[in-house]
């Protein structure tokens, strides 16, 4: 079954640290997606990044980096000199290609806090 | 382009009722899916429909319901609520049916049961 883990619940820095959200993911398919998510104070899900499984590139998109490792199934956010305005809860999710299994898998969310 | 809105944002109810909860997916998307967000469980899949039709559904009770309409917009409806139904009610709309494109969420139904 897919599961996916972000082991820091909660994650507090000051504003200009760079900061990195760990996500790991389980999977039996070899095709699959993976994706962050922002959850800011207003609940609104905003989309991140897409990665399909056969693509290990990493991706910069300004202040954002993303790390995906299939041999240790991660795929690591970083923010580069955090802002306030990157306070939000983080989710990092999941889907296969397969029929009946294309749902998003959410992990439990990592909440960040960046304070002036 | 106009994103994705939930109606109502905010609803109270009672157990026992039941509620219709409203989905208008961004222009020319044809798939939404459904999720519910609570505190303890996180963010679950309900449903996601294509084309008029369910094409995946989560593990949730048959109490969940949901239907497409010809212009991709979308309902989903709760009857005999529980206390344990009261979350935020995301719902998402794609391209294509999920995965092969991203997911765009709206800012949700926030149910409450009393």
Redesign the interface.
Known sequence: AQKVTQAQTEISVVEKEDVTLDCVYETRDTTY?L?W?KQPP??????LI?RNSFDEQNEISGRYSWNFQKSTSSFNFTITASQVVDSAVY?C?L???AT?R????????TRLQVQP | KAGVTQTPRYLIKTRGQQVTLSCSPISGHRSV?W?QQTPGQ????LF?YFSETQ??K?NFPGRFSGRQFSNSRSEMNVSTLELGDSA?Y?C?SSLE???RS???????T?LTVT
């Open positions: 997606y994706f998510y207003s609940g609104e899900l905003v989309f897409r989710f999710a889907s296969e290609a009946g294309r749902a998003l898998t959410f992990g439990s969310g | 899916s999720y996180g963010l679950q899949f996601e094409r995946n989560g935020l995301l998402a049916q999920m995965t991203e997911q765009y969420f709206g800012p949700g926030r």
